[in-house]
């Protein structure tokens, strides 16, 4: 009879092996998740936008190579909203920032009431974003909005055009409204990590409030600030929803467009997708898209090491 | 038309479905949940979905149906376009879609529908000499001769689109005389008074003159173009005509110089909300829209929490007009034919053969309870005439609505050619093109005759990539 040893299997996992597969196998309900859940919708979203599928056509899907990204630099609209993204993105990104940044300062300093004052600039953050959108609609109207009809008490017949001649920068005013609440408390949270003892010591060398605040503070909030201000570009490139509901018919069935000035990219792609069932351009549209934030990201990265304050330095 | 035959080697709408299904099970397993078998119907039973809005048939009227019916087992999902295009790519596709007519040759064209010309022509509860007359959009011969020919769906109820909603209240305010309900105004009759009873208050507007569903504008066009001897497409719908087409270019240029002169609601002059409350709340005068209107104001009116829209219905200001003449003639057709077909079972689970039951389900729904309770709702006319006994005539306003759509019947009894190579949405593409630029074109970054020909290059690249699709 021949020992057990001789019929075991030649090869053996190293403690190595056995290491990774007990790791991947802990990890694969994840693991399987992220393959159906990530990787497989966006695998079919970048083949999808090489092909004619229209939503019906699928006995006739057919290969069109890179025709829908070709026709990107040819189609006035898209190019004309992709401006208009930039536009936005350099318009709240920076009120934000500087916003949400000043407002944490002036919170970190006061001592009394800055959990109630927190949670008041937090509120807006969770109100969901039709209701914020319905909100300002009815308080912006040209003719019968709250604030309009304040405007015409003081000077009759006076109308603020917000939510058309202004939409840019009504649309601002809302989305860093709504945002307040998540940029204070990141900013808080980064200056109450500044030790105190920095602003002592500074003070102590003959510094007043604005030098700390600009030689310590400031370079000491960088990281913060960058991460900041790459999650808030990446945000605003993406904008959607906010200026769909504040359009004309209040986003309801797509039977109206947003105002031209507010009539962003991400915007357009959903019409192109919903509005045309043209899946391949409307996906081609969203990929090119999101070449552009990479490249911003890589940028932003690289330039890390000009502004941003890092232990090693 | 031929029936598409099935691929044999493995298609990509083969690798969607077997992605689908590969993924689903690895889930499944996944999550340890036990298989889906216990939802499944058993041997001799019929599970039919019917993708529809919850507002349009409800959990009661199902559960009767259950019931009532051994072996079927109805359910209902909402209606979403997007996922009924997932379904249709994984083979899922429900049995009874809700639809409407700018659907259907698109759908005859990619074999979406059932032929349903058997089953009625052996139906005891449906009988074509019964059916109003937009349940033609659901008659085809091929995807550009619609209007007769085979039947693969029905309108679920219907109305003439077009009639005049005049708010009294705010035209005698305005000191203009009351129009006949019985006689049609003439388009510019409509145009003048939309102008004279706009209210402003400098950049204020306090009353607008008109409004519409935008989301219909193109399809008002091409009914306008009908009516002008015109059409916005060439005969066998390869193109679309815009420029130079004065049946075309006249309507639209009747909607947008009300915009223009600022006695419609527009993008440079928005409502708060959308017409309906703006109409009610006496801050617009005229809306031209259906009858499925005169249900809206009902449901309103008696809202407690609005008493002005209550007593604006006691004291008569609400009232229903024909669709106004254009050009000296006079129609008002549907334009929406909002129903149900029964989808091609080869996009069904492995072509599954319960297209009795699905059918079952259909009649039922067009002719049954739900057909009795929408016709006596007053959000729309029976789409079997035999029903019409049922439409609300309770109320003055009842009665006043239902003497001018009586009188309306007869001028609504054509079908609009749509497009089969175009996408059938609110609004289709030469709508959307005009709404996404008319705003430039209002405040002269953008000439009329440069979007005429933006709507009309969009419209024949979107016609050209259809045709390409099918």
Not at chain 2, 345 to 356: L, Q, T, V, W
Request: with cysteine; charged share 15%.
């Amino acid at each position: 009879m021949a020992s057990l040893s001789a019929i075991k299997p030649r090869w053996r996992l190293t403690r190595r092996s056995r290491r990774a597969l007990n790791f991947y196998a802990f990890i694969s309900p994840w693991l399987i998740g992220f393959i159906l859940l990530t990787l497989v919708p966006v695998a079919v979203g970048v083949w999808l936008s090489f092909t004619n599928y229209d939503g019906l056509n699928v006995n006739n899907i057919k290969w069109v190579g890179t025709a829908w990204y070709q026709r990107f630099p040819r189609d006035r609209q898209a190019v004309e909203s992709l401006k208009l993204v930039f536009i936005w993105t350099a318009l709240n990104t920076p009120t934000w920032l500087v916003l949400s940044f000043v407002l944490a300062f002036i919170m970190s300093k006061v001592t009394r009431f800055r959990g109630f004052f927190r949670t008041m600039w937090y509120l807006p953050s969770v109100i969901p974003v039709v209701a914020v959108a319905w909100t300002w609609r009815t308080l912006l109207n040209d003719n019968y909005g709250l604030i309009n009809q304040a405007v015409n008490t003081i000077r009759s017949g006076t109308v603020i055009h917000f939510l058309t001649e202004e939409a840019l920068i009504s649309l601002t005013m809302i989305s860093v409204w709504m945002g307040l609440g998540n940029g204070i408390v990141i900013f808080l949270a980064g200056l109450q990590d500044i030790s105190p003892e920095l602003e002592d010591a500074a003070a102590i060398d003959g510094a007043g409030r604005l030098s700390s605040l600009r030689y310590i503070i400031i370079p000491m909030m960088t990281p913060i600030i960058f991460f900041q201000l790459v999650q808030s570009i990446v945000f605003a490139m993406q904008m959607f929803a906010l200026p769909l509901l504040l359009s004309p018919s209040g986003g309801a069935g797509l039977s109206t467009a947003p105002q031209k000035d507010v009539f962003l990219y991400m915007i357009y792609a959903f019409q192109q997708i919903f509005q045309r069932q043209r899946f391949g351009y409307g996906v081609a549209l969203i990929w090119i898209l999101f070449a552009i934030i990479i490249v911003i990201t890589i940028v932003l990265f690289w330039s890390r090491r000009y502004w941003v304050w890092t232990e090693k330095k | 038309m031929e029936k598409k035959t099935a691929k044999r080697e493995l298609s990509r709408r083969d690798f969607l479905r077997l992605a689908g299904a590969g993924a689903s099970g690895t889930l499944l397993s996944v999550a340890g949940l036990p298989a889906l078998a216990q939802d499944s119907p058993t041997a001799g039973e019929a599970s039919i979905v019917m993708m529809y809005h919850s507002n349009e048939i409800s959990d009661g009227e199902i559960e009767q149906f259950n019931n009532d019916n051994e072996g079927i087992t109805l359910t209902r999902i909402d209606t979403d376009i997007t996922r009924f295009f997932a379904m249709l790519a994984a083979g899922t596709a429900p049995h009874l879609l809700r639809t409407q007519a700018p659907d259907i040759p698109q759908y005859f064209a990619r074999d979406v529908m059932l032929n349903l010309q058997p089953y009625f022509e052996a139906s005891g509860a449906l009988d074509f000499d019964d059916l109003a007359a937009p349940n033609d959009y659901y008659k085809v011969v091929s995807p550009t001769e619609i209007g007769q020919g085979d039947i693969y769906g029905m309108a679920k109820d219907w109305a003439p689109d077009g009639f005049m909603w005049l708010h009294t209240g705010l035209l005698e305010a305005a000191g203009i005389a009351l129009p006949d309900p019985a006689t049609p105004l003439s388009e510019e009759e409509v145009a003048a008074m939309a102008l004279e009873v706009t209210q402003k208050e400098g950049d204020r507007t306090l009353v607008t003159g008109f409004n519409t569903h935008t989301g219909f504008i193109d399809r008002f066009w091409m009914q306008m173009a009908l009516m002008d001897g015109g059409s916005l497409f060439s005969d066998d719908f390869s193109q679309a005509n815009v420029v130079g087409n004065e049946a075309v270019v006249d309507a639209i240029s009747w909607f947008h110089d009300m915009m223009a002169n600022g006695s419609m609601n527009s993008p440079l002059n928005p409502s708060v909300s959308w017409f309906g409350p703006d109409y009610a709340n006496g801050q617009l005068a005229m809306v031209y829209t259906g009858y499925w209107f005169s249900g809206q104001l009902r449901g309103m009116a008696t809202n407690p929490e609005e008493p002005i829209i209550g007593e604006s219905m006691e004291a008569g200001h609400y009232q229903m007009h024909p669709m106004f003449t254009w050009k000296g003639v006079r129609k008002n057709l549907c334009v929406t034919a909002a129903g149900a077909i029964v989808t091609n079972p080869s996009f069904r689970e492995a072509g599954a053969d319960d297209n009795d039951a699905a059918w079952a389900a259909f009649e039922w729904f067009m002719a049954g309870a739900p057909a009795h309770g929408r016709a006596a709702s007053g959000w729309g006319l029976p789409a079997l005439k035999s029903l019409n006994h049922l439409i609300p005539d309770d109320t003055a306003f009842d009665q006043q609505t239902l003497a001018v759509v009586n009188a309306e019947f007869e001028h609504s009894t054509d079908v609009l050619g749509f497009n089969p190579n175009l996408a059938g949405g609110e609004p289709m593409v030469p709508g959307a093109t005009y709404l996404n630029n008319v705003e430039a074109a209002l405040t002269g970054e953008l000439s009329f005759d440069d979007m005429l020909q933006l709507i009309e290059d969009e419209t024949n690249f979107a016609i050209e990539e259809g045709m390409f699709n099918i």
